[in-house]
């Protein structure tokens, strides 16, 4: 906990659009696969979009085409750029740092509210 700094989010009209970014200690963002989850109340944590050290990413069918993520090794940050948003994207966003796959580290979440 408290390794993973995220910034950005907020609120935002539909079809908008907003960037997430996620910084992480050197160590942590050169080895693993960064990624970002979204939660909803009372709702499992699902992955939203993962990016790998060789940069090849996945993306949940929901995002597809409105959502890129990417990396900037230089800085040691990820980074979530959301186009076109959906009042169903309104909810908490997580950065992840994938560990294995049942365990990483975490960021504390930003709320993203998509809404006119």
């Known amino acids: 906990q408290g390794q993973l700094v995220e910034s950005g989010g907020g609120l935002v009209q539909p079809g908008g659009s907003l960037r997430l970014s996620c910084a992480a200690p050197?160590?942590?963002?050169?080895?693993?696969?960064m990624g970002w989850y979204r939660q909803a109340p009372g709702k499992q944590r699902d992955l939203v979009s993962s990016?790998?050290?060789?940069?090849?990413?996945d993306y949940a069918d929901s995002v597809k085409g409105r959502f890129t993520i990417s990396r900037d090794n230089a800085k040691n940050t990820v980074y979530l750029q959301m186009n076109s948003l959906k009042p169903e994207d309104t909810t908490v966003y997580y950065c992840?740092?994938?560990?294995?796959?049942?365990?990483?580290?975490w960021g504390q979440g930003t709320q993203n509210t998509v809404s006119s």
């Open positions: 992840n740092a994938k560990v294995t796959s049942d365990l990483g580290y």
């Open positions: 990016i790998r050290t060789t940069r090849s990413t």
């Open positions: 050197e160590n942590i963002f050169n080895l693993y696969t």
